[in-house]
């Protein structure tokens, strides 16, 4: 409740929560919808939100006034969509996990949590069944920060299952872990034959500033129509609402924590570019969709007892023994520059080689990337990085970090650790570049 003062005013105006007002205060007007207070709100400050979506919160001093414009019409509850099949449009299956594209603003707690269906996500783009026929499953509801190897598996047989009748798969799915998953979808799925289209939002549907209505509609036009066989992300290309970039699933990024373009291919080009209209522009090149399909195996081994670790001057390398000891069966390192890690400091406790090698010896395959994401590693430029490749570690090319943790997991949940190493630096799902490009732009 707000406090016992606003309590009395809004009793006396005879306004309650969702009436439209007119609030006067410090001499400027402001008009919404009354919010009930959260939570952890001030309860001096009146919290409505204004025609553009965002919600301010008012102080009412001396002077303030507050009048209803309209009576009650927001209900703070979604409607649901109601599926029906229409002649003539593909087939598209909706694999939903949670994260913010399903989430809108709990006004109790002020806070953002997930919804109760996924067919309320898409009642807020009823464009969206003019696109295609939808079916939705949804294995599990969670936050992708909450999320394991195991979550992934079971996306990866929903995925498949999906997939079996379908042109194509969308996977909703909150962004901070969403370039995991993708990257675990991309090897678990071995001879995928269609677009699997993760997708998200960094803004809940219920904000007028939400990215979610571009990304489920560019989505799902990649869904149902796009020419490819590959695990990929669509998300806002800009900041602006022009189109979404479709990113392969080994090669996209989370590079800003609230940007609605916050996701960008890294060593390498998108796969396409695709806008509300369902106008796809392919930017590179991809496996295509077979028509006559072909048998799609799910090949969701994994081991995980594997860690990313990052060099950094005066790191100590001993966290190195810490996972030898923990019965670590890999690491993959972000070293600097090309692959660098300290190899011959002034104080030689904090030299790495010693560790990586009984680190290899020890059984344990070891990876190493770069820090500087675009780019290469490459073991042979440099007399310290020779070094560090004599010890047996692996030099992952042009992977990412991420991306490198999660193929070295699914390697040795599938193969052998000799097979696994031999396999690491080689290109299985588009995670390698055979050539960097001077601009990928």
Known sequence: MYSRE??????????????????VSNRKSFEGVLLPRPEFGDQDA?????????????????????????????????????????EGLPDVAIVSTGGTIESKVDYVTGAVHMLVEPEEMLAQVPEILDVANFKVVS??????????????????RAVAKALSDSHGVMVTHGTDTMHYTAAALSFMLEGVNGPVVLTGAQRSVDRGSSDA????????????????????????ANASDSYCNFMRGTKVRKLHTTRRDAFRS??????????????????????????????????????PRVALLKFYPNS???????????????????????????????????????????????????GMT?????????????????????????YCEDMLPEVALVKLGWLLGNHKRTEAANLLAKNIAGEITERTEIDWD
């Open 6 to 23: 606003i309590e009395a005013l809004l009793q006396k105006k005879g306004i309650v929560p969702g009436d439209t007002v007119r609030v």
């Open 213 to 236: 209505f571009m990304n489920l509609l560019c989505s799902a036009h990649m869904a149902a129509k796009g020419n490819v066989a590959e695990v990929g992300i669509c998300m806002h």
């Open 266 to 303: 890294v060593n390498g080009r998108p796969i396409a570019r695709v806008d509300t209209h369902g106008n796809i522009e392919y930017m590179d090149e991809s496996r295509k969709r077979r028509s006559e399909g072909g048998r799609m195996r799910v090949v969701p081994g994994y081991e």
């Open 139 to 156: 294995p599990m509801r969670i936050a992708s920060e909450d999320m394991t190897y195991k979550n992934w598996q079971e996306i990866a």
């Open 370 to 394: 770069s820090q500087c994401l675009n780019g290469r590693v490459n073991a042979n430029v440099y007399r310290n990085l020779r070094l560090i490749s004599g010890t047996g570690a692996v």
């Open 46 to 86: 009146l919290v409505i939100k204004l025609k553009n979506g965002y919600n301010i919160g008012l102080e009412l001093k001396r002077g303030s006034k507050i009048e209803r414009l309209q009576r009650e019409k927001e209900s703070f509850a979604f409607p649901r969509v109601k599926l029906e099949k229409k």
């Open 316 to 366: 100590d390398p001993e966290i190195i023994d810490f996972y030898i000891d923990r019965g670590y069966k890999g690491i993959i390192i972000e070293g600097t520059g090309m692959g660098h890690v300290a190899v011959a400091p002034t104080d030689g406790k904090l030299s790495w080689l010693g560790h990586i090698k009984r680190a290899v010896e020890s059984g344990m395959v070891v």
